[in-house]
């Protein structure tokens, strides 16, 4: 064939890879439309209203960096990202642990495994749901289960929730209780492991201790990375749990006031929407900075096997 | 925008907004008479909070409405409360707000000094001169009357007899009693009744509870030009006082009190028949007493010394409001005037939304009241002789007066705040937040 035939099929071949990308785009358009209407088109607007006066009622004024000078000010605010940090820094390992202990212990080849991830599972469907947390105001109420757990062996309990102290220690075992999602990404990973590792392993000599350390866990380590960006990302936007323990007030006295609750009670309470937009941006800011330490230093402690 | 109902074809149908115009005039017109013309009937919307037994006897009002007048199709649209001011909020700024919309005290400033209100004032059709006075002047601001006052209702002491008999005391004389007569009533009836029944619930927590104690004072919490005029002095004075209720044992840990502060009203202390004694506002003593099981009575506030003003005034229970961006004003009047003056309306309604404002409709509805909605009437004209003007409603930028008055009181309570810090800082954050409005 001559270079001329060459050519032409080459041309043929373009102008397929190019209906088919409009195809592609065809089939992308409703997904598109809803990231512009109802993703980009919103944040476009918050981030014009965070530079502005906005009541919801009258229409925006202008007041360039005021809603930002305020944040260094505002002790309320400082508060809730104190909350939040508490929060997303305990919880979040915390979950994780747990969910990958269990993943490990499930993945011993026990019986029944299939029910046993699914009741696992459970929480995490549960867990971020009005109901749920209604269930533990309940639970952690003065004349709750937990107290009346605590009275049978004589302990004098408390009102959990109702009290500044332990108030936030509820919702983030409320959080760590729904381990169910990365548990289940988990077990994908260990699956991943292929067994000639460990038999090599213990070949050498090595305990069952020493494999996880020196086996499972480097080999996992992607997916424990992917398992934190999730979580984290997750944990820095909770609002539901904290927002019905407290019957949305953050309280008691602010000892539940999650960043995001903070940022509700601004706009819809306080009728104060360019200072929630402005605290939703400084949010994405904060949520992206992490981020960004996270895949920084993943390089640092995240093994790929490939 | 007028709905071309499916029964009257419309021929008119294409005319579209200049329809609007045409079918309001014809509304007007047809108002009472039920006959609508050739135009479809215009659609108003009707929104309300409140809990399930209300949105079933309000859209009987609304069934009852419309069919007594074909050229005018209401449609209720309700919520809880909570949930109510978010939707509201965002149905105002998407410009789409309920034509006729239920409106609360602490709201109504924040809405009506924004222009979203429409002045009632201006309406035609719509009758107030039923009205007590004193009482529709509490949905005026300087600029209108941008809330329609529905009911009034006055604070009490929820007290349950049983409770404080059982324990071996009386129930005291209210035209005599003083706080610290209520501290040592209630210490008394905690130490003699079973573990985790105290004598009187905690206060310090709300906004109710510091509106009396400071009128009992001489002040308020607003002027009539919506300037904070809260004295921090007696909101200090104020913590101290219900600190001491812990302290002397008539109230019980502040942890029950937290719970309380946000749980539904029948696992209060009073409903659950735990506390003997409690400031509510008094048409609460229905569901109360339903849920305790119990009789109750109400007493009036104890005073800040003996022979003093208990302090209590009729605080506007809820208003009707109109947005001002409705279309179709006329109808807006017509059912309004419904609302407030028709005896159909208040047969449903009773005292479901505070004791009526309206005097006729009041009068009309005593006999067929049930015994703890005529304990709260007699109650209410008990206190003719005592009752002061109502204080001015919250500004805009107040509409979380609420939240704020109980989170600094909970520091307080929980020792986290010394009284005077805290009544300095919260008196601080809500002038901040009412000079930024």
């Given at each position: 064939?001559?270079?001329?035939?060459?050519?032409?099929?080459?041309?043929?071949?373009?102008?397929?890879?190019?209906?088919?990308?409009?195809?592609?785009?065809?089939?992308?358009?409703?997904?598109?439309?809803?990231?512009?209407?109802?993703?980009?088109?919103?944040?476009?607007?918050?981030?014009?209203?965070?530079?502005?006066?906005?009541?919801?009622?009258?229409?925006?004024?202008?007041?360039?960096?005021?809603?930002?000078?305020?944040?260094?000010?505002?002790?309320?605010?400082?508060?809730?990202?104190?909350?939040?940090?508490?929060?997303?820094?305990?919880?979040?390992?915390?979950?994780?642990?747990?969910?990958?202990?269990?993943?490990?212990?499930?993945?011993?080849?026990?019986?029944?495994?299939?029910?046993?991830?699914?009741?696992?599972?459970?929480?995490?469907?549960?867990?971020?749901?009005?109901?749920?947390?209604?269930?533990?105001?309940?639970?952690?109420?003065?004349?709750?289960?937990?107290?009346?757990?605590?009275?049978?062996?004589?302990?004098?309990?408390?009102?959990?929730?109702?009290?500044?102290?332990?108030?936030?220690?509820?919702?983030?075992?409320?959080?760590?209780?729904?381990?169910?999602?990365?548990?289940?990404?988990?077990?994908?990973?260990?699956?991943?492991?292929?067994?000639?590792?460990?038999?090599?392993?213990?070949?050498?000599?090595?305990?069952?201790?020493?494999?996880?350390?020196?086996?499972?866990?480097?080999?996992?380590?992607?997916?424990?990375?992917?398992?934190?960006?999730?979580?984290?990302?997750?944990?820095?936007?909770?609002?539901?749990?904290?927002?019905?323990?407290?019957?949305?007030?953050?309280?008691?006295?602010?000892?539940?006031?999650?960043?995001?609750?903070?940022?509700?009670?601004?706009?819809?309470?306080?009728?104060?929407?360019?200072?929630?937009?402005?605290?939703?941006?400084?949010?994405?800011?904060?949520?992206?900075?992490?981020?960004?330490?996270?895949?920084?230093?993943?390089?640092?402690?995240?093994?790929?096997?490939? | 925008?007028?709905?071309?109902?499916?029964?009257?074809?419309?021929?008119?149908?294409?005319?579209?907004?200049?329809?609007?115009?045409?079918?309001?005039?014809?509304?007007?017109?047809?108002?009472?008479?039920?006959?609508?013309?050739?135009?479809?009937?215009?659609?108003?919307?009707?929104?309300?909070?409140?809990?399930?037994?209300?949105?079933?006897?309000?859209?009987?009002?609304?069934?009852?409405?419309?069919?007594?007048?074909?050229?005018?199709?209401?449609?209720?649209?309700?919520?809880?409360?909570?949930?109510?001011?978010?939707?509201?909020?965002?149905?105002?700024?998407?410009?789409?707000?309920?034509?006729?919309?239920?409106?609360?005290?602490?709201?109504?400033?924040?809405?009506?000094?924004?222009?979203?209100?429409?002045?009632?004032?201006?309406?035609?059709?719509?009758?107030?001169?039923?009205?007590?006075?004193?009482?529709?002047?509490?949905?005026?601001?300087?600029?209108?009357?941008?809330?329609?006052?529905?009911?009034?209702?006055?604070?009490?002491?929820?007290?349950?007899?049983g409770i404080v008999q059982a324990a071996g005391q009386?129930?005291?004389?209210?035209?005599?009693?003083?706080?610290?007569?209520?501290?040592?009533?209630?210490?008394?009836?905690?130490?003699?009744?079973?573990?985790?029944?105290?004598?009187?619930?905690?206060?310090?927590?709300?906004?109710?509870?510091?509106?009396?104690?400071?009128?009992?004072?001489?002040?308020?919490?607003?002027?009539?030009?919506?300037?904070?005029?809260?004295?921090?002095?007696?909101?200090?004075?104020?913590?101290?006082?219900?600190?001491?209720?812990?302290?002397?044992?008539?109230?019980?840990?502040?942890t029950l009190a937290m719970e309380r502060a946000v749980?539904?009203?029948?696992?209060?202390?009073?409903?659950?028949?735990?506390?003997?004694?409690?400031?509510?506002?008094?048409?609460?003593?229905?569901?109360?007493?339903?849920?305790?099981?119990?009789?109750?009575?109400?007493?009036?506030?104890?005073?800040?010394?003996?022979?003093?003003?208990?302090?209590?005034?009729?605080?506007?229970?809820?208003?009707?409001?109109?947005?001002?961006?409705?279309?179709?004003?006329?109808?807006?009047?017509?059912?309004?005037?419904?609302?407030?003056?028709?005896?159909?309306?208040?047969?449903?309604?009773?005292?479901?939304?505070?004791?009526?404002?309206?005097?006729?409709?009041?009068?009309?509805?005593?006999?067929?009241?049930?015994?703890?909605?005529?304990?709260?009437?007699?109650?209410?004209?008990?206190?003719?002789?005592?009752?002061?003007?109502?204080?001015?409603?919250?500004?805009?930028?107040?509409?979380?007066?609420?939240?704020?008055?109980?989170?600094?009181?909970?520091?307080?309570?929980?020792?986290?705040?010394?009284?005077?810090?805290?009544?300095?800082?919260?008196?601080e954050e809500l002038t901040n937040a009412v000079g930024?409005?």
């Amino acid at each position: 064939m001559s270079a001329l035939g060459e050519l032409r099929t080459l041309k043929g071949q373009q102008s397929t890879d190019k209906r088919d990308t409009k195809v592609a785009y065809l089939f992308l358009l409703p997904w598109f439309a809803g990231l512009f209407l109802i993703t980009i088109g919103p944040m476009a607007a918050s981030l014009y209203l965070a530079f502005t006066d906005y009541n919801l009622i009258q229409p925006p004024e202008w007041a360039g960096l005021d809603n930002f000078q305020r944040m260094l000010t505002d002790d309320r605010l400082h508060n809730s990202l104190k909350v939040t940090f508490l929060y997303v820094f305990i919880s979040v390992p915390l979950q994780l642990a747990l969910a990958l202990a269990l993943a490990v212990l499930l993945d011993r080849g026990l019986r029944g495994l299939p029910l046993y991830r699914s009741i696992y599972y459970l929480p995490s469907l549960l867990g971020a749901s009005v109901a749920i947390a209604v269930l533990w105001r309940q639970i952690f109420g003065t004349q709750g289960l937990v107290n009346q757990i605590l009275a049978l062996v004589g302990i004098d309990g408390r009102g959990w929730i109702s009290d500044p102290s332990t108030a936030l220690g509820t919702i983030i075992i409320l959080n760590v209780w729904t381990f169910g999602a990365p548990m289940v990404i988990f077990l994908a990973g260990l699956r991943q492991i292929p067994r000639m590792y460990y038999e090599a392993a213990s070949t050498e000599g090595a305990g069952r201790w020493r494999q996880f350390r020196s086996v499972t866990l480097p080999l996992l380590t992607p997916i424990i990375f992917f398992n934190l960006v999730l979580q984290l990302i997750h944990a820095f936007q909770s609002f539901t749990q904290a927002f019905v323990v407290s019957g949305g007030t953050g309280g008691p006295s602010d000892s539940t006031m999650f960043y995001t609750l903070y940022l509700y009670q601004s706009g819809f309470q306080n009728f104060d929407m360019g200072y929630a937009s402005a605290l939703a941006w400084l949010l994405v800011i904060i949520i992206g900075v992490f981020t960004a330490i996270n895949f920084y230093a993943s390089k640092l402690w995240v093994f790929y096997d490939d | 925008m007028p709905t071309p109902s499916p029964r009257r074809t419309v021929s008119r149908r294409a005319l579209g907004g200049l329809a609007a115009g045409a079918a309001a005039t014809a509304g007007l017109a047809a108002c009472g008479g039920g006959s609508a013309g050739d135009e479809g009937p215009v659609t108003l919307r009707f929104t309300w909070w409140g809990a399930d037994a209300r949105h079933q006897y309000t859209e009987q009002i609304i069934q009852a409405f419309n069919e007594e007048h074909p050229d005018i199709q209401v449609e209720g649209e309700f919520t809880e409360w909570s949930g109510y001011w978010d939707r509201l909020a965002t149905n105002v700024a998407a410009n789409d707000a309920p034509d006729i919309i239920q409106m609360d005290a602490i709201y109504l400033r924040s809405y009506a000094d924004r222009g979203a209100l429409l002045d009632l004032s201006q309406l035609e059709g719509l009758d107030t001169s039923a009205i007590d006075s004193n009482a529709l002047d509490t949905g005026e601001t300087g600029d209108g009357l941008f809330g329609l006052v529905i009911g009034v209702v006055p604070l009490g002491v929820m007290t349950n007899p049983g409770i404080v008999q059982a324990a071996g005391q009386q129930v005291p004389d209210d035209t005599t009693w003083t706080w610290d007569d209520y501290n040592a009533l209630g210490a008394a009836i905690s130490a003699a009744t079973p573990e985790g029944t105290y004598g009187v619930a905690n206060g310090g927590i709300d906004e109710a509870g510091l509106q009396l104690w400071v009128k009992q004072l001489g002040g308020a919490f607003y002027d009539d030009e919506g300037n904070v005029t809260l004295d921090p002095a007696m909101v200090t004075d104020w913590y101290e006082y219900n600190l001491g209720l812990i302290e002397s044992g008539a109230a019980g840990p502040v942890t029950l009190a937290m719970e309380r502060a946000v749980a539904a009203l029948d696992q209060s202390g009073i409903a659950t028949n735990t506390i003997a004694m409690q400031p509510y506002w008094a048409t609460q003593i229905n569901a109360l007493a339903g849920a305790s099981g119990q009789p109750l009575t109400l007493l009036r506030p104890p005073t800040q010394s003996v022979g003093g003003e208990p302090g209590v005034y009729y605080k506007p229970s809820m208003f009707w409001s109109a947005s001002a961006r409705t279309e179709h004003p006329e109808q807006v009047a017509t059912f309004l005037d419904y609302l407030v003056n028709s005896q159909a309306v208040a047969d449903l309604m009773l005292t479901e939304r505070g004791i009526p404002a309206n005097t006729a409709i009041r009068d009309y509805i005593t006999p067929k009241l049930s015994e703890t909605d005529r304990q709260a009437i007699e109650y209410t004209d008990s206190l003719a002789d005592v009752v002061e003007d109502t204080p001015p409603s919250a500004p805009a930028g107040a509409s979380n007066i609420e939240e704020i008055v109980r989170r600094y009181g909970s520091q307080v309570l929980f020792g986290e705040l010394q009284p005077a810090a805290a009544a300095e800082a919260m008196v601080e954050e809500l002038t901040n937040a009412v000079g930024t409005a």
